[in-house]
């Protein structure tokens, strides 16, 4: 199973600024995604990460708000940009190996306070 | 796009008890259905899934089972114990992309010793 881990674990953030979320993966993955988790809500799918071109967004996330890089098959970032409260959640980060059981892992996800 | 429909939303049920949980999806193009199990402050984990050519999947005391006609799924825990507590997300999507997924909105299922 692949490993996945997120920086930071968790931040307090003014209104206005913006946070970069790191995800590292510890093996070579086709497919990274990233996901908002509101508290007590279930997982909403923002944009698919991918290597080496534009991330593809889902409806109602955009890349001026939310920036994705992804430099190489086993690294991403998100960026929240001009935070408001309502930026406030869990943002989780997944790979998917495909192949045979292209199952999906998430990492720890990231907990973001807006004040 | 996919629209998921979940049920019950919370479930409460004594150990050693079956749990169901019940799951409609819209598109009929999906082929591929995993459930998550998250605790509390923890990440979704992969507890079991099913892809189109199968009706059912069994392992251990989990088993799914799939109606394509109808376009629906459902989860199976058998001798339920404390520790599977937890919320349950059912999701459909494509065979090769996986992380497309669309989830349902959970149910917290409650397992009383």
């Known amino acids: 199973s692949a490993v996945i881990s997120q920086k930071p674990s968790r931040d307090i953030c003014q209104r206005g600024t913006s946070l970069t979320i790191q995800c590292q993966v510890d093996?070579?993955?086709?497919?990274m995604f990233w996901y908002r988790q509101q508290p007590g809500q279930s997982l909403t799918l923002i944009a698919t990460?991918?290597?080496?071109?534009?991330?593809?967004?889902e409806s109602g996330f955009v890349i001026d708000k939310f920036p994705i890089s992804r430099p190489n098959l086993t690294f991403s970032t998100l960026t929240v940009s001009n935070m408001s409260p309502e930026d406030s959640s869990i943002y989780l980060c997944?790979?998917?190996?495909?192949?045979?059981?292209?199952?999906?892992?998430f990492g720890p996800g990231t907990r973001l306070t807006v004040l | 796009g996919e629209n998921v429909e979940q049920h019950p939303s919370t479930l409460s049920v004594q150990e050693g008890d079956s749990a169901v949980i019940k799951c409609t999806y819209s598109d009929s193009a999906s082929n591929y259905f995993p459930w998550y199990k998250q605790e509390l402050g923890k990440r979704p984990q992969l507890i079991i899934d099913?892809?189109?050519?199968?009706g059912e999947k069994k392992d251990q005391r989990i088993a799914v089972t799939l109606n394509k006609t109808a376009k629906h799924f459902s989860l199976h825990i058998t001798e339920t114990q404390p520790e599977d507590s937890a919320v349950y997300f059912c999701?459909?999507?494509?065979?090769?992309?996986?992380?497309?997924?669309?989830f349902g909105d959970g149910t917290t299922l409650t397992v009383k010793p």
């Open positions: 997944s790979a998917e190996r495909t192949g045979i059981t292209d199952t999906q892992y």
């Open positions: 099913i892809r189109s050519n199968v």
């Open positions: 999701a459909a999507g494509g065979d090769t992309n996986a992380g497309k997924s669309t």
């Open positions: 990460a991918n290597q080496g071109s534009e991330a593809t967004y």
């Open positions: 093996s070579q993955v086709t497919m």
